[in-house]
Antibody, heavy 120, light 107 residues
């Protein structure tokens, strides 16, 4: 059974940093691209970032480029999202999602999400 | 960026009736389109990928159609568990993008 478990969310002040983690199980982690998608309270889904299976290629939404960094440790079945210079508008539930195969693909499994609140 | 527009924003349907949801892309996405279902407080669930292929364990009452810029998700006979939000997602071109969602509610 595929499982994705996010952690690391919480309350941060504007300008501060958080690092999200997503631990995966139930599939061969190193063979699949991973993604972060967020959902602001009461709003729709917004793609944030993607990383290729071996981590060579990374992609970012314009809204987070230069502030967020995605990475992965295939020995730990874990993908990370380092979030720096947080803004109030980054407040959202952050979901980790597995790609069907490649970076440009549907997302076939999702974690339950971790809440990030940015407020002074 | 490709803009995905879903309609209607809210669809009121009686149980057992048919629901038809639309998704339009601002430029062609070929068949690289997915549909997700999301219930309050839950993660999205993949329903359809490749515009028309049902994901694993998705009931046959869900079907997808379309290509290029016009797509449809049809739920043939709504069950109580189908009342939820539905999102389309294009993955043809970077950055991937989602529609704003359609809420399917009980009439």
């Amino acid at each position: 059974e595929v499982q994705l478990l996010e952690s690391g969310g919480g309350l941060a002040q504007p300008g501060e940093s958080l690092r999200l983690s997503c631990v995966a199980s139930g599939f061969t982690f190193r063979n699949y691209a991973l993604n972060w998608v967020r959902q602001a309270p009461g709003k729709g889904l917004e793609w944030v970032s993607s990383i290729s299976p071996i981590g060579v290629s990374t992609y970012y939404a314009d809204s987070v480029k230069g502030r967020f960094t995605i990475s992965r440790d295939n020995s730990k079945n874990t993908v990370y999202l380092q979030m720096n210079s947080l803004r109030v508008e980054d407040t959202a539930v952050y979901f980790c999602a597995k790609s069907f195969v490649t970076e440009a693909d549907a997302f076939d499994f999702w974690g339950q999400g971790t809440m990030v609140t940015v407020s002074s | 960026e490709i803009v995905m527009t879903q309609s209607p924003a809210t669809l009121s349907v009686s149980p057992g009736e048919r629901a038809t949801l639309s998704c339009r892309a601002s430029q062609s996405v070929s068949s690289n389109l997915a549909w997700y279902q999301q219930k309050p407080g839950q993660a999205p669930r993949l329903l359809i990928y490749g515009a028309s292929t049902r994901a694993t364990d998705i009931p046959a009452r869900f079907s997808g159609s379309g290509s290029e810029t016009e797509f449809t998700l049809t739920i043939s006979s709504l069950q109580s568990e189908d009342f939820a939000f539905y999102y389309c997602h294009q993955y043809n071109k970077w950055p991937p993008s989602f529609g704003q969602g359609t809420k399917v509610e009980i009439k």
